[in-house]
């Protein structure tokens, strides 16, 4: 599913924000690491890098990618680490997996309390009013005789605090003259948000910088598209 995602170009843009905004440290945490990818990542531009995520699987998976780095099986809504860093990431709009605004806060201030002084949390987020229940993304890859599509789009009621990734994958098999064809349907609950409602919670323990949901450019967020990246430098 993640087969289209630039990693590289994800870690290389925080990094940049972290020149600009942060304490130019080198220690680094990546929040709900998964496979660890981005770990990865920073590890070579030099960053002592380690990872979180409340999936072991995925942490065995992470540690034979990046065995110079420290894994913990732990919920990003609530750790603590021994020694502060000076970098906290959390990609692909992962903070949205905290369970409802409540755990969501919990997890802002385990946060601010494992970041060094100046030191800075990003990532990526979707507002809950703009999101368009109609609209998908969409890629295809391709593995041996099967050809996989995946489609992913964010669906929210209009009320309340969850909203929900909708994912459904097709696999088409072509061996000999015939094909054959399966899909699966999947949906993932997360906790929903405004933009305005996020910044009063991060008010208290931040100094906040919002950016369009580009990583190729640094460019001001402009309150069009509802997703952003957020760049939050302790105080």
């Known amino acids: 599913m993640c087969v289209d995602i630039d990693y590289h170009a994800q870690s290389q843009h925080i990094r940049r924000l972290q020149q600009i905004f942060g304490n130019h440290g080198n220690t680094h945490l990546d929040v709900a690491c998964g496979t660890g990818p981005h770990v990865r990542h920073f590890i070579d531009f030099g960053f002592l890098s380690n990872g979180l995520d409340i999936n072991q699987p995925m942490l ?18 609530e750790f603590s680490l ?24 919990s997890c802002i201030s385990s946060v601010h309390s494992a970041l060094n002084t100046n030191g800075m949390f990003c990532f990526n987020v979707v507002d809950k009013t703009k999101i368009s229940n109609a609209l998908f993304v ?20 209009g009320n309340g605090d969850k909203q929900s990734l909708k994912l459904s994958i097709e696999k088409r098999t072509t061996e000999d003259s015939s094909e054959e064809t399966q899909i699966w349907h999947d949906e993932h609950a997360m906790v929903a948000f405004s933009f305005n409602h996020l910044i ?12 369009e949901h580009d990583y190729e450019r ?16 302790k105080i």
Not at 82 to 96: K, R
Not at 138 to 150: E, G, I, V
Not at 218 to 233: K, Q
Request: some cysteine; charged content about 20%; aromatic content about 14%.
């Open 200 to 211: 009063e919670i991060l008010k208290p323990y931040f100094e906040i910088h919002i950016f």
């Open 60 to 77: 065995d998976i992470a540690k034979a990618r990046c065995p110079e780095a420290q894994f913990s099986l732990a919920n990003m809504s």
């Open 138 to 157: 969409k890629h295809t890859a391709k593995q041996q005789d099967n050809l996989f599509t995946f489609s992913s789009g964010w669906h929210y009621s």
């Open 82 to 105: 021994t020694e502060p860093v000076d970098l906290i990431t959390c990609f692909l709009y992962s903070i949205h997996y905290n369970d409802g605004i409540e755990k969501l806060k």
């Open 218 to 233: 640094i460019m001001p967020y402009e309150n069009n598209s509802g997703n952003a990246i957020f760049a939050c430098v």
